[in-house]
């Protein structure tokens, strides 16, 4: 019997956006452009290689607004110079203003 990969379910809805990230930690610090996100992450591009399970404080430069900083990010699956980032900590007040933007590109 072969063994199928199970099917993740996202908690939010992904929504195409193209902004910039900063990102920082004590091993590592760069730039990122971003080009899918939710409340609950993003996928996003860089020449900074990162490695699965790196956590980072990101700064996340959302157009037309004041960046908005997520404290904790986890770098869930990297593919070539793309990277998967899981938002794991941020302040509620950041959080709701990342859903009111999002909310009205939908």
């Not at 990102?23 to 591009?45: K, L, M, P, Y």
């Not at 399970?53 to 607004?65: D, E, Y």
């Amino acid at each position: 019997m072969a063994a199928e990969k199970a099917k993740k379910v996202r908690r939010s809805r992904r929504v195409d956006l193209k902004c910039e990230l900063g990102f920082s930690s004590d091993e590592i610090e760069g730039e990122a452009h971003v080009t899918n996100i939710s409340t609950g992450g993003c996928r996003a591009e860089s020449e900074v290689n990162v490695a699965v399970g790196l956590q980072f404080v990101v700064l996340l430069h959302l157009p037309a607004q004041s960046p908005l900083k997520i404290e904790r990010a986890a770098v869930r699956w990297v593919k070539d110079n793309a990277f998967g980032l899981s938002f794991m900590l941020f302040l509620p007040s950041e959080r709701a203003k990342l859903q009111k933007y999002l909310d009205t590109l939908t």
